[in-house]
């Protein structure tokens, strides 16, 4: 990631949840933060703002401590937050809090204690949440408008699709123009075209755990890529072009696509 960042020249990091494994955090003063982000991504490269967010996994821990401004004050990259926005002047990222709307974790806990702090009742949250994504993406005049959650809308992995953000953000999605959907959850890389429109799907949850060796489906439309070992993913936006490219460990390239802008007409390739 150092390597591929410093001949990118990067300008930040996304993180896709499930930043502390198993069970998130157990208070702002756990050691994990630095023994899991601040002495492992030590590149110079690497040394520029991340915005995360949390995933099912952080939300088993101590889900209030990741949002503390007092992380900040150990490590100054670090930014984790429930659902925000990322301007630019080339693009909007749109990041939301996915976890809450998964119903088994409320129904089937099993055996793993939540921490619901800031979210119940979850019904009138995701609601809210809604709300103001569809104000803030039919706001937008960006050139690329990206959303990141840690659950995936579109998958092959482990988990495959999360049938509540299929049924509840991903209209939202399509009817806004978005570009691109990256998440994390299922632990691989998976480039997935939409059937339904011109949006992305873009896995990267392979930045650790890896190498679970199934598949969810195999027959499954508009499947670009699928890698189940470690890696990242890594982009580069222009006014009229998206380069997006999936890396194993070592950054060599895996697979990489373009979408490019004509006339406010989006295409893609990839190879």
């Known amino acids: 990631m150092g390597k591929a960042a410093d001949k990118l020249g990067i300008d930040f990091v996304v993180s896709t949840g499930d930043n502390f494994y198993d069970d998130g955090l157990t ?35 101590d889900a209030v401590a990741q949002l503390s401004p007092f992380l900040r004050e150990i490590d100054n990259r670090w930014l984790c937050l429930r659902s925000f926005i990322v301007h630019s002047e080339l693009v909007e990222l749109f990041f939301v ?41 039919t706001l937008s005049t960006a050139k690329w408008k990206i959303v990141v959650g840690h659950h995936a809308i579109s998958s092959i992995g482990h988990h495959g699709d999360t049938k509540e953000l299929r049924k509840q953000l991903l209209p939202l999605l399509q ?31 392979a930045g650790s755990k890896a190498w679970r060796g199934d598949i969810k489906e195999t027959k499954k439309r508009g499947v670009n890529f699928f890698y189940d070992g470690q890696g990242f993913m890594s982009v580069k936006l222009t006014q009229t072009d998206a380069d997006i490219e999936f890396h194993d460990v070592n950054g ?10 004509f006339f406010h007409v989006k295409v893609r390739a990839s190879w």
Request: proline fraction near 4%; charge should be negative.
């Open 27 to 61: 208070s702002v003063h756990d050691a994990a933060l630095q023994h899991s982000f601040t002495n492992i991504y030590t590149a110079k490269s690497l040394q520029t703002q991340w915005y995360t967010v949390l995933g099912n996994h952080d939300y088993r821990g």
């Open 252 to 261: 060599k390239i895996l697979h990489r696509f373009t979408s490019s802008i």
């Open 175 to 205: 009817a806004n123009d978005v570009d691109f959907y990256m998440n994390g959850h299922d632990h691989c890389l998976e480039h997935i075209s939409d059937t339904e429109s011109p949006i992305q799907f873009l896995t990267s949850g």
């Open 97 to 137: 809090d996915t976890t809450p709307f998964v119903q088994e974790y409320f129904t089937e806990p099993e055996g793993h204690t939540y921490d619901w702090r800031g979210i119940n009742p979850p019904k009138s949250y995701i609601s809210n949440l809604l709300k103001d994504l569809e104000q803030a993406l």
